[in-house]
């Protein structure tokens, strides 16, 4: 088993910024990670990704994000960092901590990020 623990989100004006944290615990984190990474879903939306970086290999971002936020991990501790900036209303969702464990996918419960205009 994996938990996957995230913290960061709240309330912020458009232009500002944020940083998510998510760790990783439990039996199912005695060997390293694939990969750690955030979704996102907004109201009436599917889940999308947002970041991923995987333990070897090239980091991924959607888009919408690129230039604005960064991913990083600390591959030691199982855990994995979104650094928001120049944040837009759009951005607004909850953000999910995804990590991938011994070929299975886990998830966080979620992180609200709201962005005022």
């Known amino acids: 088993q994996v938990q996957l623990v995230e913290s960061g989100g709240g309330l912020v004006q458009a232009g500002g910024s944020l940083r998510l944290s998510c760790t990783a615990s439990?039996?199912?984190?005695?060997?390293?990670?694939?990969?750690m990474g955030w979704y996102r879903q907004a109201p009436g939306r599917q889940r999308e990704l947002v970041a991923s970086?995987?333990?070897?290999?090239?980091?991924a971002y959607a888009d919408s994000v690129k230039g604005r936020f960064t991913v990083s991990r600390h591959v030691a501790e199982n855990t994995v960092y979104l650094q928001m900036n120049n944040l837009k209303p759009e951005d607004t969702a909850v953000y999910y901590c995804n990590a991938n464990f011994n070929w299975r996918v886990w998830w966080g419960q979620g992180t609200q990020v709201t962005v005022s205009s």
């Open positions: 970086e995987p333990t070897t290999g090239d980091i």
């Open positions: 439990g039996p199912g984190t005695t060997s390293r990670a694939a990969s």
